[in-house]
């Protein structure tokens, strides 16, 4: 509250004195509590502004579980350099045509009815091959080359990606037609068995992908129904018979290969694991 001085003279008993006298100004109250309400807005404006990030709640993903083929994870391309030095100059060829015949014996074996361990089948592709290509495969160079199988690297997004899966809440499985040794050599190789929530094989029914008992095996481990699963595909033929199972399907095209031409096709794509992080977890 403001005063105003002023000195004024008079005279008691006959001697002139000086007196100081203080004025009071009227204090404006209106002016007072409108200068009070604009502080009390601006500090919950910055109240607002400061407040930490985690009080905002991050979307809830877009599926309970992704179910991954084999081969989203593990480089498949990383037995070439033991074939290389197996077969010196036909490291990169000679591993094509083993996996592509390791395929193919899955789709015989699967209308024949004459379904076997996938790592039967891998042997088994591995003599063909080198019959075809008239390389001798030694007892010793065939045990290398299957071992081979057992310890492949995974793709350098891969444990990033499915740690960010599994701290959102998201169940992760496999569902390959890795056999069931297989799958486990390859993850406690990598130390990634922590982040499955179960490793599925189809040799749990017997079956192969793309038979479509194979995919309902996501289904059934999970205890979910097909909208609430993401299957993830390495191959396009892959992609296809999950999308014709009916599961939502992210293609994984490690390769940036072209998509079959089948009449359908995955519903997104891309060529790392990125694009699946923004799709499941909603990050746009």
Not at 111 to 126: M, N, S
Not at 210 to 221: H, N, Q, V
Request: glycine residues 8%; proline residues 5%.
């Amino acid at each position: 509250m403001k005063t105003m001085e002023a000195m004024a003279e008079v005279y008691s008993d006959g001697v002139k004195k000086r007196v100081e006298r203080r004025n009071w100004i009227p204090v404006e109250w209106e002016i007072i509590e409108l200068s009070a309400a604009k502080n009390l807005i601006l500090i919950a404006g910055l109240l607002f502004l400061c407040a930490p990030a985690h009080a905002q709640e991050p979307p809830a993903p877009r599926f309970k579980a992704v179910a991954f083929d084999y081969f989203v994870i593990f480089d498949a391309n990383s037995v070439t350099p033991e074939v290389e030095q197996a077969f010196p100059g036909k490291g990169a060829e000679f591993t094509k045509i083993w996996r592509s015949k390791q395929f193919e014996y899955c789709y015989l074996r699967t209308i024949t009815g004459r379904e076997t361990d996938f790592f039967k089948v891998t042997e088994d592709a591995l003599v063909y091959t080198a019959e075809a290509m008239k390389l001798e495969l030694t007892p010793e160079t065939r045990e290398r080359l299957l071992d081979a199988y057992l310890t492949l690297k995974p793709w350098p997004d891969a444990a990033g990606a499915l740690h960010k899966l599994k701290a959102a809440g998201v169940r992760i499985i496999t569902l390959a037609n890795f056999s069931g040794k297989m799958l486990r050599a390859n993850a406690d190789g990598a130390s990634m068995t922590g982040l499955f929530d179960e490793l599925v094989s189809t040799e749990a029914n017997g079956t192969y992908k793309p038979d479509p008992r194979a995919y309902e095996l996501g289904m059934e481990k999970l205890k979910l129904k097909k909208e609430d699963i993401l299957f993830a595909a390495f191959g396009g033929w892959d992609a296809y018979g999950a999308k014709s199972f009916g599961y939502t399907t992210y293609w994984v095209n490690r390769f940036n290969l072209p998509p079959e031409e089948l009449g359908t096709g995955a519903d997104r794509t891309s060529n790392n694991l990125d694009g699946l992080l923004d799709f499941v977890l909603g990050h746009h």
